[in-house]
């Protein structure tokens, strides 16, 4: 049973995120690339998890509970194959541990099976049942009905320790098992805690962390005089769970910790789904594309939902074309061209990895390979070494690219004239429009959707992308079809004065020309 499916050819897609500019940005996505996946069915079950998620109220706290119990619990299986010492306590602890998940689980599911539709869910509630209704499972419930009482109320110990004359500790020994934990001699955290009583509770100097002050040899010696001493005091008054019940348990408890790893990736992509919700950004989950048409209603950008200080995102809608192989997106810097290309990027990641979107409608195509390049990572060369970085990164890409991959070009050699530029960038395309897939090429270069040839060439497969202003105001929305040349530039001089500077002296030479003709 695994919470998100992962299949094998799955596991071949190392390189999802090809240049790792996206993952970089946010790593959520760095710790998430395991999971993407190309197949149909993975993504449909894995959306289908995540619909019970958000329509079913109490089903993440669910989830965050059950991660919490198996990372408390998850010790005591490493703990395995742990010497006779340490291995008596502990199993005098699987049957309580093995009691409480089960039970947890299946009481947990039982409340909400009847709005359950995902198929891994209804699997662990399966499972869960599976082992309340066995015959093992109620033996093993007698045991732990008359031990778990004196078990569950040991949550701290008195240690008594002897000294010698020159205050060395000679014995030590564990004098009493308390149902209260110790409470902190740290004034720090007293105050903190607005705790100023004293009682039998209240330490008055901590003696050490074990897990960071001490090293591992005298962590092993800690915990081994210590184990011992509490396997001794618990095991006299505890009844015996046999060899059996224990081996059932350990391999009934392994089989819940089997799907451990795919759920702590669920809980992480729980935590992301909450913040786009806190914002009330609307989510969905995006239809799959059969022909790969790529349109997005309403879609925000991911970088600027997780951003605390912005109140106001400006959505866009927009549809590629499945005929269309490269866009080419034109407009004026700081218009949001780069911004989109990050939300499309983002979307399909989240996509295939089987989450909602933070847009209101989508259809998105399963691609194998998502290559981004930017003008960012290319900041800190020199210029000749920026132009042959970007034309290595764009070599690589035409290598690499497939009709099922999915590329983001954002504003390519911006480091050399346009008269340079242009040829190598429309060669470029004209060779992308050859293989197939789909790309957004990003670029202030407006002669390349005019006047270059190998342009002109791909004819249909050529669409053109530009951002929406009106004067110097921008909308940040992206809009179908060629952008107006030399508006952008007009309208920054415009803004900062320098329009006027410039045409002012050339109507005050025209008046003068017009009066000398008038005398005349």
Known sequence: MDFMLLNKSDQAIVDFDVRSEIVSKDKFFERAKRYISTDSETLLYRQSLFSDILKISGLSDFFKTLSEKLTEYEPLMKYSQAANTEEKLHSILYPTVFIELVKFIYESLSLLKS?????????????????IESDEYKRIERYYEKNNERLRSVNSVTIGVNLNALYQPKEAGIISLNKEE???????????????????????????????KLGFQESQQVNYAFLKAMGKVLDSGLHNCSTRALNYIKVRLAKYFEFFDSLKFVVEAINRIEIFKE???PLCFPK???????????????????????????????????SVCCYILTGPNSGG??????????????????????AKEATLPICDAIYKTSVEEQANVNLVGRFEKECISLSNVLKQFSENSLAFIDEAFTSTSSAEAVPIAANFISELCKIGGKCVFITHHHELCETDPKIAECGEKIGYLHTEAYGDRRTYAIQNGKAES?????????????????????????????TALCEN
């Open 486 to 514: 030399g508006s952008y530039a007009q309208s920054i001089a415009k803004k900062y004065g320098l329009l006027t500077i410039v045409i002012s002296p050339l109507i005050s030479l025209m008046k003068d020309q017009i």
């Open 337 to 358: 061209k780069t911004v989109f290309i990050n939300s499309l990027a983002a979307a399909q990641y989240y996509f295939q990895l089987g989450m909602p979107i933070p």
């Open 115 to 131: 709005s359950i539709t995902s198929e891994s869910l209804k699997q662990l509630y399966t499972f869960a049942q599976n082992d």
């Open 279 to 281: 914002k009330n950004i």
């Open 182 to 212: 110790f409470k902190s001699g740290d004034l720090l955290d007293r105050i903190i805690k607005l705790d100023f009583e004293k009682d039998e509770y209240h330490c008055i100097a901590p003696i050490t962390v074990i897990d960071k």
């Open 288 to 322: 799959i594309s059969t022909n790969r048409e790529l349109s997005v209603v309403s879609l925000y950008d991911n970088a600027l939902c997780r951003a605390k200080d912005k109140k106001y995102i400006v959505p866009n809608t927009i549809t590629l074309e499945n």
